[in-house]
């Protein structure tokens, strides 16, 4: 069990750039997670998948980020015409989910630091 | 909405306990308690669910009240690495997207 992995570590862009991150869950979680954090807060709640099918996406989230999981296994995120504003660090998490018990813990990986200039 | 942590920060002696306290608004499925250090991800530390279940480390403890709509983080015999600061995440219909709570400092002194 290697946990969740995520690539880059970190990202310094300019303004109006595309970006994408990936983020390869733990192997057998169904469940895959994005969160967007800025200093002093709390992760936010971005999006998330159940196997290949996006769920959620929260209402917070502009037209410009998309999220995929084409095959129920890594995950994508793209933001596109990047903004300062979303300078962040960005989180990925996965569980076994889908029983709401136990299982639903979250593990998270090491995240994506983005930088936009 | 998001939970409110209490306190915001807490300076604690090696040894010392702490508690952390979780509240929401809202009814509570589940809360996830995680700590983070500086430039680190969260680490999962415990789950509790409605109803009583909850799975975590041994050395942490926490309650549920869900009644109350509210969890409490027991630090007992604080450690120098138990430093950094800690999240509770509420789910409200079980369907484990998590909203996170405004975050409480520890920072623990020799």
């Known amino acids: 069990d290697t946990g969740v992995s995520q690539d880059p570590r970190h990202k310094i862009t300019k303004r109006g750039q595309n970006v994408t991150f990936r983020c390869d869950p733990i192997?057998?979680?169904?469940?895959l997670y994005w969160y967007r954090q800025t200093l002093g807060q709390g992760p936010e709640f971005l999006t998330y998948?159940?196997?290949?099918?996006?769920?959620?996406k929260s209402r917070l989230l502009s037209d410009r980020f998309s999220a995929e999981r084409p095959k129920g296994s890594f995950s994508t995120l793209e933001i596109q015409r990047t903004e300062q504003g979303d300078s962040a660090m960005y989180l990925c998490?996965?569980?076994?989910?889908?029983?709401?018990?136990?299982?639903?813990?979250?593990?998270f990986g090491p995240g994506t630091r983005l930088t936009v200039l | 909405q998001q939970p409110v942590q209490s306190p915001q920060a807490v300076i604690l002696r090696e040894g010392e306990d702490a508690v952390i306290n979780c509240s929401s608004s809202?009814?509570?499925?589940?809360v996830h308690w995680y700590r983070q250090k500086h430039g680190e991800a969260p680490v999962f530390l415990m789950i509790?669910?409605?109803?009583?279940e909850q799975k975590g480390h041994d050395k942490i403890s926490a309650s549920f009240n869900e009644k109350k709509q509210q969890s409490s983080l027991y630090l007992t015999a604080s450690q120098l690495s138990y430093s950094g600061t800690y999240f509770c995440?509420?789910?409200?219909?079980?369907?484990?997207?998590?909203?996170f709570g405004t975050g409480t400092r520890l920072t623990i002194i020799p």
């Open positions: 998490a996965s569980s076994l989910g889908g029983l709401a018990d136990l299982q639903d813990t979250q593990y």
């Open positions: 192997s057998e979680h169904n469940r």
């Open positions: 998948f159940q196997n290949e099918a996006q769920l959620e």
């Open positions: 809202k009814a509570l499925y589940s």
């Open positions: 509790l669910l409605k109803g009583g």
């Open positions: 995440g509420t789910d409200n219909f079980g369907n484990e997207k998590l909203t």
